[in-house]
């Protein structure tokens, strides 16, 4: 069993900062792809950044040079540095790691998991 657990997320003006951090923990051999998205009132969940094992990343046009997505593969933690941010960046922010290979009885298996959601509320 593996768990994503998300902290760093809560209420700051605008123009303020945040980081979150999303640490996987379980029984893991490796993680591939690790990212976060995020889900406003009434909106889908949209991709904000993801990042590979090799730290290539990925945005979406609406955080880029304002976001800063990281991750530490010794400790399967992945980071997001967001800087400047504005109301309409107010969402529930959810880690997600879409290939987890795990060990099993007869060999490995891959997984997909996404971590509980943490709330990032911007305003004034």
């Known amino acids: 069993q593996v768990h994503l657990e998300e902290s760093g997320g809560g209420l700051v003006q605008p123009g303020g900062s945040l980081r979150l951090s999303c640490a996987a923990s379980?029984?893991?051999?490796?993680?591939?792809?690790m990212g976060w998205y995020r889900q406003a009132p009434g909106k889908q969940r949209e991709l904000v950044a993801d990042i590979t094992t090799g730290g290539g990343t990925n945005y979406a046009d609406s955080v880029k040079g304002r976001f800063t997505i990281s991750r530490d593969n010794a400790q399967n933690t992945v980071y997001l540095q967001m800087n400047s941010l504005k109301p309409e960046d107010t969402a529930v922010y959810y880690c997600h790691a879409p290939k987890v290979v795990a060990p099993t009885m007869s060999g490995f298996t891959t997984w997909d998991y996404w971590g509980q959601g943490t709330q990032v509320t911007v305003s004034s």
């Open positions: 379980g029984s893991i051999f490796s993680i591939n792809s």
